[in-house]
């Protein structure tokens, strides 16, 4: 089992920065990748950014040039920076961990939301 725990959500204005962080516990050996996903009410779950254990990252079009994933192995922690942040980043940021059987965990969610 893993425990995902994310934090780090909040209000911010349009063009503004923010970082999500996703601090994993329990059987973390057993994860490979990590990411964001994101969603809003009345909208499917999409994905935002992935990083392997390695550091290869892969991104949404929608926020390529503007957010950043890292992570820290040594912490069993994920980061997301949020640059020139858009009203239409607003969602419920969900952090994600895939074990190297393809088991999913998921967090409970951060609530981000950019003001026009």
């Known amino acids: 089992q893993v425990q995902l725990v994310e934090s780090g959500g909040g209000l911010v204005q349009a063009g503004g920065s923010l970082r999500v962080s996703c601090v994993a516990s329990?059987?973390?050996?057993?994860?490979?990748?990590m990411g964001w996903y994101r969603q809003d009410p009345g909208k499917q779950r999409e994905l935002v950014a992935t990083?392997?254990?390695?550091?290869?990252?892969n991104y949404a079009d929608s926020v390529k040039g503007r957010f950043a994933i890292s992570r820290d192995n040594a912490k069993n922690t994920v980061y997301l920076q949020m640059n020139s942040l858009k009203p239409e980043d607003t969602a419920v940021y969900y952090c994600?961990?895939?074990?190297?059987?393809?088991?999913?965990?998921w967090g409970q969610g951060t609530q981000v939301t950019v003001s026009s």
């Open positions: 329990g059987n973390t050996f057993s994860i490979n990748n």
């Open positions: 994600d961990a895939e074990t190297y059987w393809g088991e999913n965990y």
């Open positions: 990083i392997s254990r390695g550091g290869i990252t």
